[in-house]
C-alpha cells in the first residue's frame, strides 16, 4: 500500500507539471511597421503598432494570424505571421543603440539588402521612377474604408464572393 501511495504521489506532481502551460513562444517583428488589431483579421479594428525588431509573446495562432502580447507597450492583439520571425533581431551595435544613428525604416532596409545608397545608385541610373512608389507608401486606408469598399463590389474578406 505504501508503494503505490508513492506512485500515485509521483503520477499527481507529473500530470500537474504537464498540464502548466508551457512559456509564450517568442518572435520578433520583421517588418518596419505592423498593426496590432482586435480581431485575426486585415479589418480587425487597429490596437496599436509594433516596429521593425521588436520581440513579441505569442500566445496563439489562427491560420495565417498571430496573436501577440508587447509588455512594454501594454499592447497585446492579432497580427500577420507574415510579419513575424523566430530569429531574435538585435538592434545594437558597439556601444549605443542602433535607432540612435539610424532610423528604424533604415535598419529594416539594410536588414532586407536595400539601404539608402543603393537606392541612390538606383535613382542615378536613370532606369526607375520612385515617385509612384512614393505615393503608395503614402496611402493609408482605414479598415472602415476598406470594408465598405467590400461591400460596395460584393467582395468577402479577402476577396471572395
Known sequence: MHVSRFWATMLLAFSAAALQAAPPKQMSVVVKVTQVRSTPSYLGQVLGTLAYGDRVDVLETQKDWARVSLASKQLTGWTNVSALTEKKIALSSGSGNVEQKASSGEVALAGKGFNEQIETQYKADGQIDYAWVDKMAQI???????????????LGEGGQR
Do not use: K, M, V
Not at 140 to 154: C, Q, T, V
Open 140 to 154: 493609408n486606408e482605414s479598415p472602415e474604408d476598406i470594408s465598405a469598399f467590400l461591400a460596395a463590389g460584393g
